[in-house]
């Protein structure tokens, strides 16, 4: 299956120093609406995305899709998908895309939220959504980088 991965922040030097060694992925597929239409901010971020490295941005509905023709029914670990919050990645999972654990890595705090460790803040939709996760069987991976241990153990 594929690493699946929360971070609002989508790529960054984390993503391309620590996960993407660490997962072994030829690919990044970023699920994000607002990004899938904005041609100037893929530019930009495409930038980031070493060479020889595949790049794809789609919106949240049409990743399944996309991965599916790309590698298959059963998925292959050859992507690292990036969604900006958890909503975006359970519209994903209710469309099909199927995985097994869902890395956490970074949800800003803002009004509303409470910290529940150093780079994740969970407001009432988050745990509404990470219980969705719970209950679909979705092992919860809460850590920023690969070589911390995992952050949170609570069941939700």
């Not at 690493?3 to 993407?20: A, F, K, M, P, T």
């Not at 990470?130 to 919860?140: A, Q």
Request: charged share 25%; aromatic share 8%.
């Amino acid at each position: 299956m594929y690493w699946v991965r929360i971070d609002n922040r989508l790529v960054h030097g984390q993503i391309i120093e620590s996960w993407l060694p660490f997962t072994q992925s030829k690919m990044i597929a970023v699920a994000n609406d607002d990004l899938a239409k904005d041609s100037l901010r893929r530019e930009i971020m495409g930038l980031a995305i070493p060479q020889g490295i595949q790049k794809a941005f789609l919106a949240v509905d049409e990743i399944k899709v996309f991965l599916t023709e790309k590698f298959g029914p059963r998925g292959e670990p050859d992507a690292l998908v990036l969604f900006a919050d958890c909503g975006d990645a359970r519209r994903a999972h209710e469309k099909g895309l199927v995985f097994t654990r869902l890395n956490i890595g970074n949800l800003h705090y803002r009004p509303g939220k409470k910290q529940i460790c150093a780079h994740v803040a969970l407001g009432k939709e988050d745990l509404a959504c990470l219980s969705y996760f719970s209950s679909k069987g979705v092992k919860l991976d809460f850590r920023c980088v690969p070589n911390e241990p995992v952050q949170v153990n609570q069941v939700w």
